[in-house]
T-cell receptor
């Protein structure tokens, strides 16, 4: 079945460091891919998305490129801030006969130190 | 501003008691979802509804029930049959013609604990 695998956390970085959070997926068909962010005590917020191969999603300095050949959607940011500390979820959504399904990765917690 | 409102933020359940979590959206979305989140884990789908008066079981529906009598409302009842209900519950919605390509909008969650 469809699945999403993301790197285990926590990831701890100093402010202004480069961030990469790896995400790979397994899916039949052509899924849409998403990154969501969750701050403590809150729900998830969409960070960025890509709906087809080679699309690059970007928002607030974060980027991720939909790589069909490697089935990956890695999240990157060139210079993290303390305010980026949160849990990041990779997700895929694929259309099935009669509906569709969204599958979330286990989440990666990021700590950014000042 | 449009969004999803979940209430209450914190809820406590006694043994043998049913409790209901509220979820209201004013985004005019057709589809609504309930997820359960346990510490250090991803989201697991409990129930979902793609249209009023219709809903389907997700991956972990046992011990839960829902209704969808109005487009904007999708309450979740945690029944006494759910033996391990302590978790963070998230409600979400999305809409649009290509729903698989549309992100889900989330509420701020309800944290349920056993007394």
């Amino acid at each position: 079945g469809d699945s999403v695998t993301q790197m285990e956390g926590p990831v701890t970085l100093s402010e202004e460091a480069f961030l990469t959070i790896n995400c790979t997926y397994t899916a039949t068909g052509y899924p849409s891919l998403f990154w969501y962010v969750q701050y403590p005590g809150e729900g998830l917020q969409l960070l960025l998305k890509a709906t087809k191969a080679d699309d690059k999603g970007s928002n607030k300095g974060f980027e991720a490129t939909y790589r069909k050949e490697t089935t990956s959607f890695h999240l990157e940011k060139g210079s993290v801030q303390v305010s980026d500390s949160a849990v990041y979820f990779c997700a895929l959504s694929s259309t099935l006969p009669g509906g569709f399904k969204t599958i979330f990765g286990a989440g990666t917690r990021l700590f950014v130190k000042a | 501003d449009g969004g999803i409102t979940q209430s209450p933020k914190y809820l406590f359940r006694k043994e043998g008691q049913n409790v209901t979590l509220s979820c209201e959206q004013n985004l005019n979305h057709d589809a609504m979802y309930w997820y359960r989140q346990d510490p250090g884990q991803g989201l697991r789908l409990i129930y979902y509804s793609q249209i009023v008066n219709d809903f389907q079981k997700g991956d972990i529906a046992e011990g839960y029930s829902v209704s969808r009598e109005k487009k904007e409302s999708f309450p979740l009842t945690v029944t006494s049959a759910q033996k391990n209900p302590t978790a963070f519950y998230l409600c979400a919605s999305n809409g649009g013609s290509n729903r698989a390509g549309q992100p889900q909008h989330f509420g701020d969650g309800t944290r349920l604990s056993i007394l």
